[in-house]
């Protein structure tokens, strides 16, 4: 069984260098915020977190590099 996906925070982590706001993973991952939109909606992609009081998204920096990690070791033919 696969964790699930999104966590929710009642802290706003903006100011932490934890977390990475949604325009710096998009940067990363080289796609557009519409398309890490896209991937929550898909259930795909990094792990991310919204803040309840907000509702904005962030994702932990490990999770993104994870994220990273596995993608350049998947291939397709």
Same mark, same amino acid.
Not at 25 to 49: C, D, I, N
């Given at each position: 069984m696969?964790p699930?996906? &999104?966590? /929710?925070l009642?802290?706003? @982590?903006?100011d932490? @260098? /934890?977390? &990475?706001?949604?325009? !710096?993973?998009a940067?990363? &991952? /080289?796609?557009t915020?519409?398309? &890490?939109?896209?991937?929550?909606?898909? /259930?795909?992609?990094?792990?991310?977190v919204?803040v309840?009081?907000t509702?904005d998204?962030?994702?932990?920096?490990e999770?993104? !590099?994870?994220?990273?990690a596995l993608?350049r070791t998947?291939?397709?033919?």
């Amino acid at each position: 069984m696969t964790p699930p996906r &999104l966590h /929710e925070l009642s802290m706003d @982590p903006a100011d932490d @260098p /934890e977390f &990475l706001d949604q325009i !710096e993973v998009a940067k990363l &991952l /080289e796609v557009t915020v519409r398309t &890490l939109y896209r991937w929550r909606a898909e /259930e795909r992609g990094p792990a991310f977190v919204r803040v309840v009081s907000t509702g904005d998204f962030y994702y932990r920096r490990e999770d993104v !590099e994870r994220y990273l990690a596995l993608d350049r070791t998947v291939t397709t033919t």
